[in-house]
T-cell receptor, first 106, second 112 residues
């Protein structure tokens, strides 16, 4: 069983829409997680960390649900520039999910 | 301030050969990790170096080895290359007190 799982998508949403991704994990001992953004043929870039209290940064909100062992990323008012693959990883950055591809359409 | 730099950017090798990839971490970062990313997949953790020692290792064979130098730069060596080793190899660094990593732009290795 994979330790971190994500729906690969693609999620195709219109500009201005709200979109949410989930990432499930199997290691119940993990205390924190990260969301990274990866553009096509580029390196991952750290988007935000996720701890028990959740995290919000502008249009982006990340939350952790320990009971169901998943983390979520919510993007409000999607922009064309949000089109990318979103990767989640465990707090140690030893395990990454396969990524969820988002396409924001004009 | 330069971020994480990796060299070379692209490399083509023949099956059975050996390869060395290089990484200079971001200024102020002392921990370096290496990842392999196949097309369409997430990064797979190879190993992590801190204080010139391998601290954690992922599920990769002994053909994959590394080194960290006193200036925190690092090398990834892969022996007896297989076609399946073709991938993007990413180096990432962080400061000990941080959690998230800064990634380099990677070395794209093609084994033919």
């Amino acid at each position: 069983r994979k330790e971190v799982e994500q729906d690969p998508g693609p999620f195709n949403v219109p500009e201005g829409a709200t979109v949410a991704f989930n990432c499930t994990y199997s290691n119940s001992a993990s205390q924190s997680f990260f969301w990274y953004r990866q553009d096509c043929r580029k390196e991952p870039k750290l988007l935000m960390s996720v701890y028990s209290s959740g995290n919000e940064d502008g249009r982006f909100t990340a939350q952790l649900n320990r009971a169901s062992q998943y983390i979520s990323l919510l993007i409000r008012d999607s922009k064309l520039s949000d089109s990318a693959t979103y990767l989640c990883s465990d707090g140690q950055n030893f395990v990454f999910g396969p990524g969820t591809r988002l396409s924001v359409l004009p | 301030d330069a971020g994480v730099t990796q060299s070379p950017t692209h490399l083509i090798k023949t099956r059975g050969q050996q390869v060395t990839l290089r990484c200079s971490p971001k200024s102020g970062h002392d921990t370096v990790s290496w990842y392999q990313q196949a097309l369409g997949q997430g990064p797979q953790f190879i190993f992590q170096y801190y204080e010139e020692e391998e601290r954690q290792r992922g599920n990769f064979p002994d053909r994959f080895s590394g080194h960290q130098f006193p200036n925190y730069s690092s090398e990834l060596n892969v022996n007896a290359l297989l076609l399946g080793d073709s991938a993007l190899y990413l180096c990432a660094s962080r400061d000990t007190g941080e959690w998230g990593y800064t990634f380099g732009s990677g070395t794209r290795l093609t084994v033919v």
